[in-house]
Nanobody, 120 residues
Framework: QVQLVESGGGLVQPGGSLRLSCAAS????????MAWYRQAPGKERELVAT???????NYADAVKGRFTISRDNAKKTVYLQMNSLKPEDTAVYYC??????????????WGQGTQVTVSS
């Protein structure tokens, strides 16, 4: 089994910054793609950013130039640095990790979600 623990959410004023972290643990042989999603009230969950094992990055248009995704493979952790936050960034943020377990079975795991609220 693979467990993901998120941290770093909270309340911030417009224009502020937050850094989210998501640490994976358990039966992990290899981590492939790591990603962040978000879900605002009354809306569907949407992809925010991804970082495959080669370290390349992809972002939703709404966050390009403001958010940065990164990963620390040794710590099995993915980060999301969020700058210039806007009220429309308010959502529950979820990390998502795809990889291979020691039993040579693939896994696709979600974090528990962390609330980000941008408000004055």
């Amino acid at each position: 089994q693979v467990q993901l623990v998120e941290s770093g959410g909270g309340l911030v004023q417009p224009g502020g910054s937050l850094r989210l972290s998501c640490a994976a643990s358990g039966s992990i042989l290899r981590i492939n793609t790591m990603a962040w999603y978000r879900q605002a009230p009354g809306k569907e969950r949407e992809l925010v950013a991804t970082i495959p094992s080669d370290g390349s990055t992809n972002y939703a248009d709404a966050v390009k130039g403001r958010f940065t995704i990164s990963r620390d493979n040794a710590k099995k952790t993915v980060y999301l640095q969020m700058n210039s936050l806007k009220p429309e960034d308010t959502a529950v943020y979820y990390c998502n990790i795809v990889g291979l377990g020691y039993a040579l079975t693939s896994f696709h795991s979600w974090g528990q979600g962390t609330q980000v609220t941008v408000s004055s």
